[in-house]
């Protein structure tokens, strides 16, 4: 099993085109042919790190955050990233950061910490926009088949857990091939009359060439009549946060307490009760999330759980909503969890490991 296919795998769920324009998710260390020997899954990627892969014989590390973030002059040993970097490229390890690609996916980051606070009909709490383009192209009625295959294989047709979706209409074509044409149908000089479906197909932006290029070599049309149309829509199942509701109403700081035994949370900064002192609606993002405090507010939710909060940025509650601040480590300590399983449904021929080092940088007193 090469490194490649688990990559592969990994961006099929969480693709590297929903990741955030400043993020630097994808493979950063190391050589995408190499056989995998064992993966080893951390939040970050640090010389611990890299030293418990060796002990543990893991020569890819799938990582949340991107050990190379902003851009790197020189590695000469100065900084913790370059002595990781040094250390990971001497050992053959490979490096593979999963971010704001998983924050973004249904299944992901946000999701993880909903399902670990009993949140039931959960959603994505600012659903992105313009990801689709609508494919529509026209093919003769025994051809359909063949090219929404070709179409499916290549990336469309997938709408949340379901697979494989168009929408058919038939109709009439007609045409007129002149001395120059090569028909595949039809007779040139003469005006032909052939019954066609016209078949209709979501495409995430990000696979659209992909797609065309299936479909044009799986049709028989020598010119192929097709239509592409950018979406406005919002994408129900690809962006930031998550909100759902609880069984049963808490009290706040029932609640809060619960929050902080949960996440293990060294201390949890929150804004003043509302009214009611009830929790019911709970919206989530882990890491730093202020920038979804509109949106968790526009959907009713009486409390926003996250990270990274200023002091100033406390006040934008307005007594609207209760801002939780758990501490960006232990909104995001889970996601290992959330990898792991994902990896274990489809590799079995290496051993998957969580890391045991606490990479925490923060301590409470």
Known sequence: MKIQE???????????????PYDNSGMLVGDVNAEVSGVLVCLDSTESVIDEAIGKNCNLIVAHHPIIFSGIRSITGMTYVE?????????????????TNLDNVLTGVNKEIADRLG?????ILSPKK???????????VEKAEEVRKAMFDAGSGKIGAYENCSFNMDGYGTFKANDEANPHIGEAGKVHEEPEVRIEVLVPN?????????????????????DLVSLQNENQFVGSGMVGELVNSEELMDFLKRVKATFNAGIVRYTAPLGNNKIKKVAVCGGSGSFLLDAAIEANSDIFITADYKYHQFFDADNRIVIADIGHFESEQFTIDCVRRKLMEKFTTFAVHF???NTNPINYL
């Open 83 to 99: 002595r990781t970097l040094i250390k990971a490229v001497k050992n053959d390890i490979a490096i593979y950061a999963i971010h």
């Open 6 to 20: 688990v990559i592969n795998y990994l961006e099929d769920w969480a693709p590297l085109a929903y990741q955030e």
């Open 206 to 226: 990000f696979c659209v060439g992909k797609v065309v290029s299936a479909m044009l070599e799986s049709h028989p049309y020598e010119q192929v009549a097709y």
């Open 119 to 123: 949140l039931k009909n959960q959603t």
């Open 130 to 140: 313009s990801s689709f383009t609508k494919l529509s192209v026209f093919t003769p």
């Open 355 to 357: 890391t045991e080092v």
